[in-house]
């Protein structure tokens, strides 16, 4: 969805939408969605700059980082973000934008705000970096992929000839 920033109204501009399956281009990303995402919001123009807040909720649905299971993750994620107009030299657009991004600053182009990328960046933004199905989850068994969380193997665990030789230097560090 592209909001529209052409005849702005001067007291902003609220939007309010519920995105459909597969309104949202998720191909590239390694979640999907349990539930849709609905958002609601406001733009208004502050100096020169657009200002777009408001909040989403949805669900997303990714495998535990350890033991694969489909981990749910709901969530409400309120944003309040600042966009700046693209340059129309195009020879320096690229520059500029790389600044603004640093800053956590959004740009919009032809006078729309890509509702769907600012969406797709949200969620991929909240998402922690480790996503578990239990704080304890156990994982797979690297050598047998039996799911320890519900099951138990006879491997013995292997050592890595890397940990080896730290253990050493450990240990010799140790006696001094
Ligand atoms: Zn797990
Ligand atoms: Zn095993």
Same mark, same amino acid.
């Given at each position: 969805m592209l909001i529209s920033l052409?005849? %702005? =109204?001067n007291d902003g501009l609220k939007f309010e939408h519920q995105y459909k399956d597969g309104? %949202? $281009? %998720?191909? $590239?990303?390694d979640f999907t969605l349990s539930r849709q995402v609905t958002i609601i919001g406001r733009v208004d123009r502050v100096g020169a700059e657009m200002r777009l807040r408001g909040s989403l909720t949805a669900s997303l649905r990714r495998p535990c980082d350890r033991c694969l299971t489909d981990v749910e993750w709901p969530l409400e994620l309120p944003f309040d973000l600042i966009y700046v107009a693209a340059d129309k030299d195009s020879q320096r657009s690229g520059e500029v934008e790389l600044t603004v991004n640093d800053l956590g600053i959004s740009v919009y182009e032809? $006078? #729309?705000?890509d509702l769907d990328e600012m969406v797709i960046e949200q969620l991929e933004l909240s998402l922690p970096f480790r996503l578990l199905c239990t704080e304890d989850c156990r994982g797979l *068994? =690297? #050598? *047998?992929?039996? $799911?320890l969380n519900n099951d138990k193997c006879d491997c013995q665990p292997l050592i890595d000839p890397r940990w080896e030789a730290l253990a050493a230097v450990k240990e010799s560090l140790e006696k001094k």
């Open positions: 052409v005849r %702005l =109204p309104e %949202l $281009d %998720l191909a $590239d990303r032809n $006078d #729309q705000i *068994c =690297p #050598q *047998c992929g039996v $799911d």
